[in-house]
């Protein structure tokens, strides 16, 4: 079974919006690091962040995908 299916299970009570800012505060901690304080961000780092930004989107496009549509009347 896995680690991702409990972890999202338990993530069906959280709200969308909650998870995105958490996500965007992240962000902002990481340039905070890498542009003012100058930490190093090598490749490794890179890729990291890479495949976390990758899930929010895949994260944002399923929710955009899950909401339900009005149906269309001629």
């Given at each position: 079974?896995g680690l991702f299916p409990i972890y999202w299970k338990q993530l069906q009570d959280v709200p969308a919006g909650e998870i995105i ?54």
């Open positions: 079974m800012l958490h996500r965007i505060l992240t962000l902002m901690q990481f340039l905070i690091g890498v542009f003012l304080y100058r930490e190093p961000f090598d490749l490794g780092r890179f890729i990291g962040f890479s495949i976390i930004w990758l899930t929010v989107i895949l994260f944002i496009i399923d929710n955009v995908r899950a909401q339900p549509t009005a149906p269309k009347t001629l």
